[in-house]
């Protein structure tokens, strides 16, 4: 079995924070980058984080300077801190991960409330 395992969602109000997690589970083998993407209602799934194994990191310009990601290669998982929340944030949030395919988690709703 090869899954990613995604949690942390839930409700928070504007200017909150979340820390979500994503853990591999099963057997992936030699990942190359991890994140996260999201995905609003009536929008098109979009990136929010990735991070490589060596820990270079790349953020959606909407978020960066509130969210971070980081990375535990020896466990294979990714997490993503979430400050200053904004109900622009509001969306179904998407753990990924990639070697020579691509991984997704079920998703995990993030709801701010103004």
């Known amino acids: 079995q090869v899954q990613l395992v995604e949690s942390g969602g839930g409700l928070v109000q504007a200017g909150g924070s979340l820390r979500l997690s994503c853990a591999t589970s099963g057997s992936i083998f030699n990942i190359n980058s991890m994140g996260w993407f999201r995905q609003a209602p009536g929008k098109q799934r979009e990136l929010v984080a990735i991070i490589t194994s060596g820990g270079s990191t790349n953020y959606a310009d909407s978020v960066k300077g509130r969210f971070t990601i980081s990375r535990t290669n020896a466990k294979n998982t990714v997490y993503l801190q979430m400050n200053s929340l904004k109900p622009e944030d509001t969306a179904v949030y998407y753990c990924?991960?990639?070697?020579?395919?691509?991984?997704w988690g079920q998703g995990t709703q993030v709801t701010v409330s103004s």
């Open positions: 990924y991960a990639n070697n020579m395919y691509d991984y």
